[in-house]
């Protein structure tokens, strides 16, 4: 099922968002390496709700739920985003996509593109990177100017992209001296070359290319169900329209149609809990975020009422008796 929706604008309210520290700038680089997500004080009056992403890629470490937990920040909320992320030729490599500088756009959330530029070898792996670390001087600089920036995350964050080729460019710098220093042989250079360079050719092509992946990946994953999915109806293509100009793509877990109702289900399971993890929650509730300000879907040339659903499912009978108060 091919579903086509528009999207205009966002609202929400989060009920779920942890209490974040407070660390002052001198501390940010401990923070960095302590903490998901927290409060930055720039100065008496100002302060800024921060979060970072371990990958580029979306479903690792549970980025969503990191930014989550900032949204109920009233300030500035900011999030780090690796270019592209190494671990080695016995680990993964991931590359940003626009999509999710979007995704964070429509969430008003103000990107800071960045690299990683320290890193350990990793000693269970011949050839695998890792507590790596981001250029903690960059990540300064960006904070500083944001802190003066008056304009809205969307205008911030097309900033950064136009930027990109310079930030990935100092991310294959960093990964070369890594390499010479923890002597891990990393991915192909000349592959990463190869990709970053269609990220140099203009935003436009960056934005082509990143959604040409995303589009791959959603076909993918729109025909591949997991047996640790408790679905019903089917796992269905979402092709998204907004209004920062072009198309972004997801998958939902489970599509109903019932009269002029099309239900979006993100579904979450767990294997031995009640429930699924606070983080899988958080991260199911950002896709929640995006479904439920989704206007009329189309699909098969007929209009239809979104009603986005999370479904949390357990291996485990469940009885409310079991779960805590939280």
Not at 71 to 98: A, C, H, N
Not at 196 to 204: F, M, Q, R, T
Not at 225 to 232: G, H, R, S, V
């Amino acid at each position: 099922m091919d579903i086509f929706i528009k999207i205009s604008s966002i609202t929400y309210k989060p009920y779920l968002c942890k209490l974040l520290c407070e660390v002052g700038r001198s501390e940010l680089e401990i923070a960095l390496s302590q903490n998901a997500s927290f409060i930055l004080k720039i100065d008496l009056l100002n302060k800024i709700a921060l979060s970072w992403w371990v990958s580029a890629k979306r479903t690792r470490s549970y980025p969503y739920a990191r930014v989550y937990d900032t949204l109920g920040f009233i300030g500035k909320k900011i999030t780090i985003i690796p270019v592209y992320k190494d671990e080695g030729k016995d680990g993964d490599r991931d590359f940003l996509q626009w999509d999710t500088i979007s995704l964070m756009s429509l969430l008003g959330v103000y990107v800071i593109i960045s690299y990683y530029s320290k890193a350990e070898k990793n000693i269970d792996y011949e050839n695998k990177i890792t507590n790596q670390r981001f250029d903690i001087s960059h990540i300064q600089n960006e904070i500083e100017r944001l802190s003066f920036y008056k304009s809205d995350s969307l205008h911030w964050n097309i900033g950064q992209i136009e930027n990109i080729g310079n930030i990935a460019k100092q991310a294959l710098l960093s990964y070369e001296k890594i390499s010479n220093m923890t002597q891990v042989v990393m991915h192909s250079m000349v592959s990463a070359e190869k990709r970053i360079n269609k990220l140099v050719e203009s935003k436009k092509a960056f934005m082509h290319f990143s959604r040409e992946l995303a589009q791959k990946a959603q076909m993918r994953e729109s025909v591949t169900i997991q047996l640790k999915e408790y679905l019903n109806g089917s796992k269905s293509v979402i092709t998204i329209k907004n209004f920062l100009g072009g198309k972004y793509y997801f998958t939902a877990d489970d599509v109903f149609i019932k009269g002029r109702n099309i239900y979006l289900v993100e579904g979450k399971h767990s294997k031995n809990s009640i429930l699924p993890s606070l983080e899988d929650i958080k991260d199911g509730l950002i896709k929640m975020v995006l479904f439920s300000n989704l206007e009329k879907a189309k699909v098969n040339n007929r209009d239809y009422i979104v009603v986005p659903i999370l479904r949390l499912t357990s291996d485990l009978d469940f009885y409310l008796d079991a779960l805590n108060k939280s």
